[in-house]
């Protein structure tokens, strides 16, 4: 719903709703009568009039999350799920990021043109060592450099999975691998699916604890896989035409601001366009050192709550646990890069 808000001269405030069919935007006009505010008139959601140049604020209604799963990966939703409760919530675009893959991509991309929804094809990979992660977003998903890395990837990880089966029956659980990839849903399989055999037959009490006792780096079943590095990354994110941005900088441990600026800054060099700042365990103190490293370097501005739908303490899609809400403009200001990227300049 569009809105103008208006405050006369006694400072009673008047809302008037105008122009539902244009969703995305809403003014607000400060000082004016209804009978004058009246005459104001909404093109495409961008006309301001040439006598209020100083008095109107663009407020965008609808809202983004650039960091969801879906099954593709470790997510719960398929596709075409998250596509729809996207947009059943109020948001007016994502952008579909599994882990070192794009297999969920063309079928959101369908539903969304389906239901009239926007859809941003991506990716999230992780880096060879440490906790980085690059998000690549408006890939073009059919590029044969980005598909033969990426196949190459999935071969890696399938000669991973068979070997943790072996190590937890050396350590006296009774799963097979049929039996995780019927957990993945048909997706890729990764250790969140081992978790859920393991949960389901009670080896376990927790998803954590499946983690804990047997999967993450160092728990006995674990086994190491072929990752890119982020210079890897970057290339074949940028040659299939997509927009590089390090996720979640939080996790990369770093002692303090010069340490991850200087990281930036060879990201940077690799081909890094942006930072993704929002992102539900940034405290407000990070928000902040990561704007402003990006706005100091020119990088973008992303966010996203890396939805898998099986969070707990009320994370939600487009709001994390309520402090979110990103603005489209940020989707804007990806196209405008990308765009520039494309055009050479």
Do not use: W
């Not at 902040?288 to 973008?300: D, P, W």
């Amino acid at each position: 719903m569009v809105s103008f808000s208006y405050g006369n001269s006694r400072g009673k405030g008047i809302l008037v709703d105008l122009f539902n069919s244009f969703p995305a935007f809403s003014r607000r006009v400060e000082g004016l009568t209804l009978d004058r505010a009246s005459l104001i008139k909404l093109e495409f959601g961008l006309l301001i009039p040439p006598f209020l140049p100083n008095r109107v604020e663009m407020i965008t209604m609808g809202y983004v999350d650039l960091h969801l799963h879906t099954t593709a990966s470790d997510g719960v939703l398929n596709p075409s799920e998250l596509v729809r409760y996207a947009k059943a919530k109020g948001l007016q675009a994502v952008a579909i990021t599994d882990h070192d893959t794009i297999d969920g991509c063309e079928e959101g991309l369908s539903e969304g043109e389906r239901i009239g929804f926007e859809v941003i094809p991506g990716i999230e990979i992780k880096h060879s060592t440490g906790s980085m992660h690059i998000l690549g977003f408006f890939l073009d998903i059919h590029h044969p450099s980005l598909n033969e890395r990426l196949k190459y990837l999935q071969r890696a990880r399938a000669e991973r999975n068979p070997k943790m089966v072996e190590k937890l029956k050396r350590l006296g659980v009774d799963i097979t691998f049929e039996e995780v990839v019927k957990a993945s849903g048909g997706g890729q399989v990764g250790r969140p699916h081992f978790a859920n055999v393991l949960l389901e037959k009670k080896y376990v009490r927790s998803f954590q604890e499946a983690f804990d006792r047997f999967l993450k780096k160092g728990a006995p079943a674990y086994v190491d896989k072929f990752r890119f590095t982020s210079k890897e990354a970057l290339h074949f994110i940028n040659e299939a035409k997509g927009v590089g941005v390090l996720a979640h900088p939080n996790t990369l441990g770093m002692n303090g601001y010069s340490e991850l600026e200087k990281l930036v800054l060879r990201l940077v060099e690799e081909g890094l366009q942006g930072i993704e700042v929002y992102y539900p365990e940034h405290s407000a103190a990070d928000v902040a050192k990561y704007k402003t490293l990006a706005e100091r370097h020119g990088l973008l501005v992303t966010g996203g709550t890396d939805y898998h739908g099986m969070e707990k303490n009320g994370l939600d899609i487009g709001v994390g646990r309520g402090e979110m809400k990103l603005p489209y403009s940020i989707v804007e200001n990806l196209k405008t890069v990308r765009n520039r990227s494309l055009s050479g300049r």
